[in-house]
């Protein structure tokens, strides 16, 4: 076994004072930020990774990943005990996290969430050890056609699997190709959509678009409501923590059920947060108590958080294995890989061992490590939200714009970030999902490279995409996929009309 | 396998209409509709449309077609901005067709009124910073006084040390810790600092 071997070195990697250290670190900014509405995980995550770029490309992963679990965990925080999601993916964890905190079960509720996020974490991290290395092998059967491919399939995921309108998905992945494409073009160096402005030349950093869509975009969403920040007071003792351990067992069924949605959510590209409300939506069909979702019952808060985690965790699979990242927050990260020079996909298991393994490793410890502090900060961060939200919003604007600024130094950035912000509030105020557009602006360029490399191989035909058996398999897939709304809509369809009313307009 | 997924796909859908609908209710307490969530949804798709057909046009400066080496430049932002168009296209019929969602609020009066004054500060911000070139710092400062001072309701000392307190405390993280120079305007090289 190579894998028990390189976990092994990773652990060596990630087991130093400086990198326990930026653990820490990381998941304590994690939790701040997704305690903080308009921050969120793959917000808080391009924030830092500017102040990257002059470390160790493995250190810099750790204490990217660790933000990332930090931001998971702080999200279910103020979901249960504010109703207020931190993140999108806890949506879900309110609808019995809340009710639980509000009947004095804070404690169990919060509790249940973070041990069965803990647990599907780790379920996640053990799934990437196990298939780290036969996917990385199998990816390096990959030329050109075969990453298109893959890249499609990751889009036709989005568009068949994702829950939204799949014209709103193509919209949203169309915009985020099309914003990719601005500025130098790599292959014949002219000049794309710039419209004559010379601000446009090196581009549109997905860095900068982050922040928009997901801080300001967040914010205005915010702002809309009157927001009143009405939280139930919560201190986390052993006693309670140690009585919630002993329960949790009898809900094994619904942990392990919620582990296997989230890993294939977080490796085929639906990510955490659809992953979450399908998890609850499982759960509560399932369920023997199903009547009491809603009003308080602990497998409601299991369900979701266990997805919502082992999503988060396995989304890093597909990252580093083919360069396809699993959900918005691995999308941004494996833009950092890129930055720092790293090239994403199976090589990066040959040529970067300990980076890879590293990371693993990291992930085992940096989820007890983030298990552990939020267990303990929780009263700290609760009080941070007592805050007035009229200090709290101008505060995250102004890190918003420092860190849009620190992307290249460009005052033009600051413009796109006040653009993006407009166009992610109408996104989430009409349903548009947002992590297509992030993912497409991240992969892009590498989906663009691919095609015409393709089209440079096979003389122009789009035969290449089914010159051998495992490209065409992949695109056929996708094309079904692609197809699966249209497909599934013809026979719900003949379903619905068989035995109910005909409907009015045919 | 893949059925079943799917298929709980679709009971995801479920949940989350049911997650909207409860904030929804919170939303629609106050106010008269300055839009519905069917003139929204149009006046998105609108400008998804709009930007599809940008993307088009841009795209159309550089041969869209194929050479003896493949795809020219223009090729692939043609073809998103065509899918752009498509979706939006979609997105719109969608949305004049749908039934269930023309009387509801989308942005009540209330609410628009609390976005502008959320966001009129932000582009004043802008204003001062970047089309002035007076600089971070100095746009910092004027954001978070009239934002505390105007909206906030809070006392003159209060404000004072937020707003300086935050201007300092970038200086100290980026100019010294991180090494990040953020941008400053005249302001700042009157006072000699570089």
């Known amino acids: 076994m190579h894998n028990i071997a390189d976990l092994l070195h990773g652990f060596q990697v990630a087991l130093t004072g400086y990198h326990l250290a930026l653990m820490v670190a990381g998941v304590l900014f994690g939790i701040l930020v997704g305690v903080l509405p308009g921050l969120g995980a793959p917000n808080g995550v391009t924030l830092l990774i500017p102040l990257t770029f002059s470390m160790d490309p493995v250190s810099a992963i750790i204490l990217l990943a660790s933000m990332y679990w930090g931001a998971l965990f702080g999200g279910s925080t103020t979901s249960i005990l504010f109703n207020i999601p931190g993140e999108p993916s806890s949506v879900a964890t309110t609808f019995d996290g809340h009710p639980m905190a509000k009947q004095g079960r804070a404690t169990e509720a919060l509790s249940y969430a973070f041990l069965s996020a803990a647990f599907g974490a780790l379920f996640g991290v053990v799934v990437i050890t196990l298939l780290a290395v036969p996917a990385a092998k199998f990816a390096h059967k990959f030329s050109s056609p075969e990453y298109f491919a893959v890249y499609f399939l990751a889009f036709a995921c989005f568009v068949g699997l994702g829950g939204a309108s799949p014209f709103k998905t193509l919209v949203s992945a169309g915009m985020g190709f099309s914003l990719a494409a601005v500025g130098m073009d790599t292959i014949s160096g002219s000049l794309r959509l710039t419209y004559g402005l010379p601000d446009l030349v090196k581009g549109v950093s997905f860095l900068v678009a982050v922040i928009g869509l997901f801080g300001i975009g967040e914010l205005i969403a915010t702002m809309e409501e009157r927001l009143e920040f009405r939280g139930v007071h919560a201190r986390v003792s052993p006693r309670d923590v140690l009585k919630t351990i002993a329960a949790l067992p009898a809900y094994w069924v619904a942990l392990i059920r919620s582990s296997l949605v989230g890993c294939w959510m977080g490796i085929t590209p639906g990510g955490p947060t659809a992953a979450s409300f399908m998890s609850y939506g499982l759960a509560r069909r399932f369920s023997p108590r199903s009547d009491r979702f809603g009003k308080g019952e602990p497998e409601g808060v299991i369900a979701p958080e266990a997805a919502d985690h082992s999503a988060g965790t396995s989304a890093m699979l597909p990252m580093l294995a083919l360069g396809i990242p699993g959900s918005a927050t691995a999308a941004v990260m494996m833009g950092g890989l890129m930055i720092w020079g790293l090239h994403p996909g199976p090589m990066l298991f040959v040529e970067q061992k300990s980076f890879v393994w590293g990371l693993i490793a990291s992930m085992y410890v940096a989820n007890v490590v983030a298990v552990l502090l939020v267990l303990f900060t929780v009263p700290l961060f609760a009080a941070i939200l007592r805050i007035p939200f009229a200090i709290i919003a101008p505060l995250i604007v102004m890190v918003c714009f420092v860190g849009a600024w620190t992307v290249s130094s460009s005052p033009f950035d600051l413009w796109l970030v006040l653009a993006f912000g407009v166009i992610g509030y109408l996104f989430k105020k009409c349903d548009y999902p947002i992590a297509p557009l992030v993912l497409a602006m991240v992969i892009g360029d590498k989906a663009e490279d691919a095609f015409r490399q393709s089209m440079i191989m096979h003389a122009g035909s789009l035969g290449a995409f089914w010159s051998n058996w495992l490209c065409g398999s992949l695109m056929t897939l996708a094309i079904l996929l692609l197809l699966w709304p249209l497909i599934a809509s013809l026979f719900r369809r003949r379903v619905a009309t068989t035995p109910a009313e005909m409907p009015v307009r045919e | ?194």
């Not at chain 2, 893949?2 to 049911?18: D, F, N, P």
């Not at chain 2, 409860?22 to 519905?36: D, E, I, K, P, W």
């Not at chain 2, 969608?94 to 609020?105: M, N, S």
């Not at chain 2, 307190?165 to 570089?194: D, I, S």
């Open chain 2, 1 to 194: 396998m893949l059925t079943a997924a799917l298929s709980s796909a679709a009971s995801c859908r479920g949940a989350k209409s049911l997650g909207i609908g409860a904030l929804q209710q919170q939303q629609t307490s106050g106010g008269r509709v300055l839009v519905s969530r069917r003139g929204l949804a149009i006046i998105t798709a609108l400008l998804a449309l709009g930007f599809g057909a940008a993307i088009v046009l841009g795209a159309l400066e550089y041969d869209v077609g194929w050479d003896e080496r493949g795809p020219e430049p223009g090729y692939f932002p043609f073809w998103m901005g065509l899918v752009v168009i498509a979706g939006a296209a979609g997105a719109l019929i969608e949305a004049i067709f749908a039934r269930d969602q023309t009387a509801q609020a989308a942005i009540t009066l209330d609410q628009a009124r609390r976005i502008g004054l959320f966001l009129l500060p932000m582009l004043g911000f802008l204003v001062l910073t970047v089309a002035l070139k007076l600089g971070l710092y100095v746009g910092m400062i004027a954001y978070l006084f009239t934002v505390m001072l105007w909206q906030g309701n809070y006392r003159l000392p209060a404000t004072a040390a937020v707003s300086f307190g935050t201007a300092a405390f970038f200086f100290v993280m980026f100019e010294h810790w991180l090494k990040v120079a953020l941008m400053k305007g005249p302001l700042e090289a009157w006072l000699g600092m570089h």
